[in-house]
């Protein structure tokens, strides 16, 4: 075991120290760049691709993508390094948006877009970090965690928010010293009793495999720091950690990545781990049989050519209700195994045996390259992703998607690139998709290219968006809600002059981030005075996934004849202090 308790890091900032001397850039030299697997000479294969989607023609399906706020991220030129790439990242909670990118955070009003704080890591931290930035809003405790090298990238700082609003501050900052010497490509995740940090140890014995560093949660949001670290089955390159978001139970951490290698493979690798706070932990591997994938080779833009890498690794990794969701770049027998598309993965792990329920290529086309994607799930089942995208024609852009279900799938941009990749070497190195507080709406944060590509060599996006179909209904949600208590809500969808709630299917009905089921009869009485049939449903509270600081929910569910309706209504927390 590891403890320390870290009052102040060291309170000078030192200079960045890359600038640029013509368009022939720097890599982010913070990060080790090894060679990728030769896979040239292996054999193209014809296994079953599995179910492809192609944004071109997703808006001929059902539904669609509504694309909520959208607003500019931080961009090269203000992110305080003159390096590349951004290390696009972003978490969502309570009413904020939180970004960091190569080396600065930024936090934004979500509502509004307004910057709200707007700083270089190392003012952040208290110490110049050496980049490689990840945040994540841990919903089980109300709390952020921003992560990222140290001073000389030997080892690692951690910040820990002292309550749900970011802008209020954080804890001193957390300082690992023995994590290896180069802790690369690190990710965070969490779940009920700890907090994970992943990363490829690059230090003198380290032999860039994947090394796990195990943080007591109660200790850390307390001030002490308290940690160990475990060896898994080789991996390279990422093995991110999941985020673990409403574990009640503790004692499971789930990692998906591809099995060992970033070469390729035919199987994905589940990862559990337990007795983690301890000295012996546990790892059990599940590998789960997929189709064929391999090394991305070729990239292209009009006018020219975009690196690939890295690619063939997952960068993250989303829990919700016992399902665990991911993706990665890499490229299929589709075209010989040439250009990067996205695959994702859904992987049950409810059960004793984690399963693969569902998984898919993002393919829209011969030529076309899908780099960093990432993937999340909502409280219905709908899978929210984002991805790059380039092409002879058309410039480094950032996507969204949906796809539900049913499996209606529906795309839309949400940056359209604007001009050349100057800065090509580095892609990436990854992007994030997360899940509002609502349960139903995504936040998606990645990079494209702008007009100015020739001295704003990078630009990031930051993207809420939903699915479109359902018919929009008020509901009326009591003004206050305990989140805490073991009561009930009671919630009224309203009939309106275009919408009768007498026809809502009530066995249909979820409600709150959790999803949760009506737990008494439903009864069909005028709630608001108006004259109009009104349907009154209770649910638990405890299995809605309301929490302290939520101040709206969200309801779906179907009419009797199966059109899908969607509301939203606003309350009040009480009893949080």
Same mark, same amino acid.
């Given at each position: 075991?590891?403890?320390? +308790?870290?009052?102040?890091?060291? $309170? ?8 640029? *001397? ?5 890599? #982010? ?10 896979? /040239? ?69 979500? *509502? ?62 957390? +300082?690992? !010293?023995?994590?290896? =010497? ?28 994947? !090394? ?39 004692? %499971?951490?789930?990692?998906? $990545? *591809? ?10 690798? %589940? ?43 997952? @960068? ?9 969701? !991911?993706?990665?770049?890499? $490229? ?20 004793? &045996? ?19 994607? $990432? ?65 139903? @709406? ?55 002059? &275009? ?29 608001? =005075? ?10 638990? &509270?405890? #299995?809605?996934?309301?929490?302290? =600081? ?7 569910? /179907? ?19």
């Amino acid at each position: 075991m590891r403890t320390m +308790h870290t009052k102040q890091v060291m $309170s000078a900032a030192v200079t960045c120290g890359l600038t640029f *001397t013509s368009i022939a850039l720097f890599s #982010q030299q913070v990060s080790p760049v090894g060679p990728p697997v030769p896979i /040239q000479n292996l054999a193209p294969s014809n296994e079953e691709l599995g179910e492809t989607f192609d944004p071109n023609t997703s808006f001929a399906t059902p539904g669609g993508v509504i694309i909520g706020q959208s607003y500019e991220g931080i961009d090269f030129l203000h992110s305080d390094c003159s390096c590349l790439p951004p290390d696009t990242n972003a978490a969502v909670g309570n009413n904020f948006v939180v970004e960091t990118v190569n080396f600065h955070i930024r936090i934004f009003d979500k *509502t509004t877009g307004s910057i709200l704080l707007d700083q270089s890591l190392a003012s952040f931290f208290g110490a110049f970090s050496a980049g490689d930035p990840y945040v994540v809003y841990d919903d089980t405790v109300d709390r952020w965690y921003v992560s990222a090298f140290d001073s000389d990238h030997s080892g690692l700082f951690l910040a820990v928010s002292v309550d749900g609003n970011p802008v209020h501050g954080f804890l001193s900052t957390y +300082h690992f !010293t023995d994590v290896g =010497g180069f802790p690369d490509y690190q990710k965070s995740g969490f779940n009920k009793d700890a907090i994970f940090i992943s990363y490829n140890d690059f230090g003198p014995s380290g032999g860039a495999a994947a !090394t796990i560093v195990s943080i007591d949660k109660a200790a850390a949001l307390s001030g002490t720091l308290t940690y160990f670290i475990s060896h898994p089955l080789f991996q390279f390159r990422g093995m991110p950690p999941a985020q673990m978001h409403g574990d009640t139970a503790g004692g %499971v951490e789930w990692f998906v $990545s *591809t099995d060992g290698t970033e070469a390729g493979g035919t199987t994905i690798r %589940v990862t559990k781990l337990t007795n983690y706070l301890s000295n012996s932990p546990t790892f059990s591997y599940t590998s789960l049989p997929v189709p064929e994938y391999r090394y991305a080779q070729l990239a292209a833009q009009p006018g020219g050519v975009v690196t690939t890498f890295p690619n063939t690794t997952t @960068t993250q990794v989303q829990y919700h209700k016992g399902h665990l969701v !991911t993706a990665m770049a890499s $490229s299929t027998g589709s075209d010989n195994f040439m250009y990067p598309k996205g695959l994702f993965y859904q992987v049950d792990v409810s059960g004793v &045996t984690p399963t693969l329920l569902k998984h898919g290529v993002i393919d829209p086309g011969p030529g076309v390259a899908v780099q960093m994607p $990432s993937v999340d799930e909502n409280s219905q089942g709908t899978l929210g992703l984002t991805w790059m995208e380039s092409s002879t024609t058309e410039y480094l852009s950032m996507w969204v998607a949906t796809l539900d279900t049913a499996g209606n799938f529906a795309a839309a941009v949400a940056a359209p690139g604007g001009g050349f990749l100057f800065a090509n070497n580095r892609i990436g190195d990854y992007s994030t998709t997360v899940l509002d507080p609502d349960g139903r @709406t995504f936040w998606s944060a990645n990079e494209y290219i702008g007009g100015d590509g020739s001295s704003n060599f990078w630009r990031t996006q930051i993207t809420s968006f939903t699915t479109v179909g359902a018919i929009q209904v008020p509901i009326d949600v009591r003004d206050s809600i305990n989140s805490r208590s073991n009561g009930i809500i009671q919630v009224a969808v309203l009939s309106s002059s &275009t919408f009768n709630a007498a026809t809502v299917d009530p066995l249909s009905v979820r409600f709150g981030p959790d999803g949760a089921q009506p737990v008494q009869e439903a009864r069909i009485h005028d709630a608001n =005075g108006d004259g109009l049939p009104d349907l009154a449903l209770h649910f638990r &509270t405890q #299995q809605t996934g309301i929490e302290c =600081g939520h101040t709206s929910a969200s309801l779906t569910g /179907q009419t009797l004849d199966g059109q899908a309706i969607e509301g939203s209504g606003a309350f009040r927390t009480v009893g949080c202090k």
